[in-house]
């Protein structure tokens, strides 16, 4: 079992920043891969920022040179630094887990609770 619990987000304007935490505890073995996702009413949940346990790092090209993934392992916490935000970055971000690379794919065993974050021009 794995329990993801987010915090961070909250409202900015266009050009500001935020940083999104998702503190995992459980078993190892199940959070080798972790992701953060976002999704807007009535839109499918869309993939951000993936990483593995040996650091790679992947980025939807909407965020790419804007977002940054990464993972304090000490502290056992996921991170996306989100910088130069814009109106089209408003949605609840989810972060997920799981033991299986599924990248972009929405299908992570674990979830966390999501954070809303809400960027105005």
């Known amino acids: 079992q794995v329990q993801l619990v987010q915090s961070g987000g909250g409202s900015v304007q266009a050009g500001g920043s935020l940083r999104l935490s998702c503190a995992a505890s459980?078993?190892?073995?199940?959070?080798?891969?972790m992701g953060w996702f976002r999704q807007v009413p009535g839109k499918e949940r869309e993939g951000v920022a993936s990483?593995?346990?040996?650091?790679?790092?992947r980025y939807a090209d909407s965020v790419k040179g804007r977002f940054t993934i990464s993972q304090d392992n000490a502290k056992n916490t996921l991170y996306l630094q989100m910088n130069s935000l814009k109106p089209e970055d408003t949605a609840m971000y989810y972060c997920?887990?799981?033991?299986?690379?599924?990248?972009?794919?929405?299908?992570?065993?674990?979830w966390g609770q999501g954070t809303e974050v809400t960027v105005s021009s």
């Open positions: 997920a887990a799981d033991r299986i690379a599924y990248g972009f794919l929405a299908y992570y065993e674990y």
């Open positions: 990483i593995e346990l040996n650091g790679r790092t």
């Open positions: 459980g078993d190892t073995s199940m959070r080798s891969y």
